[in-house]
């Protein structure tokens, strides 16, 4: 039983390229979300699911894309990487039963330095 | 603006001691509070979790105290010890509307136990 995989854990971009974080889960949860965490700004909510196919936007969705096709992948796509994209990226997941949350679990990380 | 407000932002404390780290939050759509640890170059991993139901829940030596009139909950460690080192995070998320599937998470506290 993996939990929450991330891949890469660690990765280094130019401004302008484009990638892919990966990010699976093994529990069968139906709510998945990323998060990107920086110095004193605590995780902030990029893009979350409540179910295959369905995405929306969190906080600061801008620059980034989702989709899930599956109930197990979530990727965030980054389209035109920015030095402002340097960060944490925490991907987590949930099950719940409707109208209620339980606890996330939260990947390891993928460490992004956009350059 | 940000869901939810947390205090202090670091925190030392010697061995033994208590530990108290605060939180408030205005939406009153939110119905789960949990509170997350996370270690350097970790994940954050859920630590314990009140629903408003209830004013306080108690896990071992991690104690949450929930204020629904005032609309604010805080985390108390008991006899802190020097492995309870890590940064803490308060979060809070709704079952319906616009909170459901979000979890919105503190700017976090650096907690230092003294040995």
């Known amino acids: 039983n993996a939990g929450v995989t991330q891949t890469p854990k660690f990765q280094v971009l130019k401004t302008g390229q484009s990638m892919t974080l990966q990010c699976a889960q093994d529990?069968?949860?139906?709510?998945m979300s990323w998060y990107r965490q920086d110095p004193g700004m605590g995780l902030r909510l990029i893009h979350y699911s409540v179910g295959a196919g369905i995405t929306d936007q969190g906080e600061v969705p801008n620059g980034y894309n989702v989709s899930r096709s599956t109930t197990e992948d979530f990727p965030l796509r980054l389209l035109s990487a920015a030095p402002s994209q340097t960060s944490v990226y925490f991907c987590?997941?949930?099950?719940?039963?409707?109208?209620?949350?339980?606890?996330?679990?939260f990947g390891s990380g993928t460490r992004l330095t956009v350059v | 603006q940000q869901q939810v407000k947390q205090s202090p932002q670091s925190l030392i404390v010697q061995k033994g001691g208590i530990s108290i780290i605060n939180c408030a939050y205005e939406?009153?759509?939110?119905?789960?509070f949990p509170w997350y640890q996370q270690f350097p170059g970790k994940g954050p991993a859920l630590l314990i979790a009140?629903?408003?139901?209830?004013s306080e829940k108690k896990e071992g030596r991690f104690t949450i105290s929930f204020n629904k009139s005032a609309k604010q909950f805080s985390l108390h460690i008991m006899d802190s010890q020097p492995g309870d080192s890590a940064t803490y995070f308060c979060?809070?998320?709704?079952?319906?509307?616009?909170?459901?599937?979000?979890?919105?998470f503190g700017r976090g506290t650096q907690l230092t136990v003294w040995p």
């Open positions: 529990m069968n949860h139906e709510y």
């Open positions: 939406n009153t759509a939110f119905d789960y």
């Open positions: 987590a997941s949930s099950y719940s039963t409707p109208g209620t949350n339980y606890g996330y679990t």
């Open positions: 009140i629903r408003p139901d209830v």
């Open positions: 979060a809070a998320s709704g079952g319906r509307g616009s909170t459901l599937g979000r979890l919105y």
